[in-house]
Nanobody, 124 residues
Framework: QVQLVESGGGLVQAGGSLRLSCAAS????????MGWFRQAPGKEREFVAA????????VYADSVKGRFTISRDNAKNTVYVQMSSLKPEDTAVYYC?????????????????WGQGTQVTVSS
């Protein structure tokens, strides 16, 4: 059983930056690909970014490409997403997720474990 705890959310002005962290415990971190999703009020959870177990493959939603960067530190059992040039439409609860088997990394059903989420609010 893997436990995931996100941190780093908060309130930021448009154009600003935040770095979210997700600390994993209870499993073998390097065996999992990791993803970030977000969910705004009244909307479905959507894919943001994902990274393979080795870090050699990263994928991004078109809406964040060029502004967000996902990375991981397997020695620290932690995955990060650096968010820059934030926009009000980035406001959401951000969730970290871990998956053991999957091909695209884009879909929620590919992930086995989820964190509780951290709120990111971008003011205009």
């Amino acid at each position: 059983q893997v436990q995931l705890v996100e941190s780093g959310g908060g309130l930021v002005q448009a154009g600003g930056s935040l770095r979210l962290s997700c600390a994993a415990s209870g499993g073998t971190f390097r065996e999992y690909f990791m993803g970030w999703f977000r969910q705004a009020p009244g909307k479905e959870r959507e894919f943001v970014a994902a990274i393979s177990w080795s870090g050699g493959r990263t994928v991004y939603a078109d809406s964040v490409k060029g502004r967000f960067t996902i990375s991981r530190d397997n020695a620290k059992n932690t995955v990060y997403v650096q968010m820059s040039s934030l926009k009000p439409e980035d406001t959401a609860v951000y969730y970290c997720a871990a998956g053991y088997s999957g091909d695209s990394y884009y879909y929620t059903y590919e992930y086995d474990y989820w964190g509780q989420g951290t709120q990111v609010t971008v003011s205009s």
